[in-house]
């Protein structure tokens, strides 16, 4: 893989910090900013949070977070996202510490985040994942009422018709959805041993398309969205590579086109412009994994570091961070 480098190495601004590992992130267009938390330990205090004043406030409130198998609490969050009419969405694996999915399945919850009530919660049917599921991360198209979700577990991409909550899986063992490698090699020698399947997905500012690309894995693929929505056949057949690339985790596009995620083994963030082109954009040792990311109202990048690969005792604080979007 090639890339071009940056012409000016970009600021990078520390929102928040936390003792507490933190995946998702989600920024409305006035630059509110919430996280979530994965459940991968018993110390996991709080699932979803908005970050006021540097600090971490339980979203919508405690008695969500407490970890209680039903509708009305968070299970495993991995992700959240906030959707072009500043709503956010909340996906929970219900598969806490790699475990299982838990008897009540999955959940993709909104929000509306003036009076911070649940609008609308979203089961998925059994035939849809299996034990081993893990849905990762989502992202949603307002005007068709699509959400698009990775299974990181088993690998495949999940569609709901937010219309009527019809749950249908694709491409499940297709090689675009897999894993490509065993290990991850950093630019310290570190060695992360994982298989993880599709995780990272983004749509097009037109949604016509649905990027994607396993966490183990150098390629990123693309999709049209409506032959997921439609459930056309051989779907396998419409997929298309896009580039070449360093393993990334979460990514997201700006307003412009241009799709922003990781370069995990090199401390890295990247950018693919519309025609492709892989291109550098900061970095730092300070990009420890960074995992999720978002785009504010006035086109500033946002990212989460969550040091996946590190031994706990390597670990420093897990940090939000900003790049001006005058910097990208």
Request: contains cysteine; glycine residues 8%.
């Amino acid at each position: 893989m090639t890339a071009c480098g940056p012409l000016n190495s970009p600021t990078l601004h520390t929102v928040a910090e936390s003792e507490n590992q933190w995946t998702g992130i989600g920024v409305t267009k006035k630059g509110r900013i919430f996280v979530n938390f994965p459940r991968w330990s018993d110390n996991v205090p709080v699932s979803v949070a908005e970050i006021i004043n540097g600090k971490t406030i339980p979203f919508p409130d405690l008695e969500w977070n407490k970890p209680i198998e039903d509708d009305q609490h968070f299970v495993a969050v991995q992700s959240v996202f906030v959707d072009n009419l500043d709503r956010l969405w909340v996906l929970d694996t219900g598969n806490p510490q790699f475990r299982g999915v838990i008897e009540r399945g999955p959940r993709l919850f909104r929000f509306n985040l003036t009076t911070k009530r649940l609008e609308k919660s979203f089961g998925f049917p059994k035939n849809t994942y299996s034990e081993n599921s893990y849905l990762n991360d989502v992202r949603i198209d307002t005007q068709r009422k699509f959400a698009y979700i990775t299974d990181s577990g088993t690998g495949g991409i999940l569609t709901v018709d937010l219309s009527n909550g019809q749950v249908k899986r694709h491409l499940s063992g297709h090689p675009s959805v897999l894993a490509e490698t065993d290990s991850l090699v950093f630019e310290d020698k570190t060695v992360w041993k994982n298989r993880v399947h599709s995780d990272g997905i983004a749509l097009s500012p037109d949604t016509n398309w649905l990027y994607y690309v396993a966490l183990s894995g150098h390629t990123l693929y693309r999709i049209p969205t409506k032959v997921l929505r439609n459930n056309t056949p051989k779907p396998e057949s419409y997929i298309e590579k896009v580039a070449k690339i360093y393993a990334p985790d979460g990514m997201v596009f700006d307003k412009n086109g241009t799709l922003y995620l990781a370069g995990l083994e090199t401390n890295s963030v990247y950018s693919v412009s519309g025609k492709g082109q892989y291109q550098l954009v900061a970095k730092d040792p300070e990009i420890r994994w960074a995992d999720s990311f978002a785009v504010d109202g006035e086109g500033n990048l946002y990212f989460t570091t969550s040091q996946i690969h590190l031994d706990e005792n390597k670990r420093g604080l897990y940090k939000v961070i900003m790049i001006d979007r005058k910097d990208l």
